[in-house]
């Protein structure tokens, strides 16, 4: 469904920025995720 995969991709940035977040305040490159490795939104 549409709705699964617009939610999927809403969980997927979240973590995705928790992990930079995480990795900011660790300052471990090792954890950093590009944004390029991110999911874009649709609109």
């Known amino acids: 469904m549409c709705l699964t995969v617009r939610f999927v991709q809403y969980?997927?940035?979240c973590n995705?920025?928790?992990l930079n977040i995480?990795?900011?305040l660790h300052?471990?490159?090792t954890?950093?995720?590009d944004s390029s490795?991110?999911?874009a939104p649709n609109g």
Do not use: G, K, M, Q
Request: with cysteine.
């Open 11 to 13: 969980i997927f940035l």
């Open 27 to 29: 300052h471990n490159t």
């Open 31 to 33: 954890l950093f995720l």
């Open 22 to 24: 995480l990795a900011h």
């Open 37 to 39: 490795e991110c999911p």
């Open 16 to 18: 995705c920025a928790f």
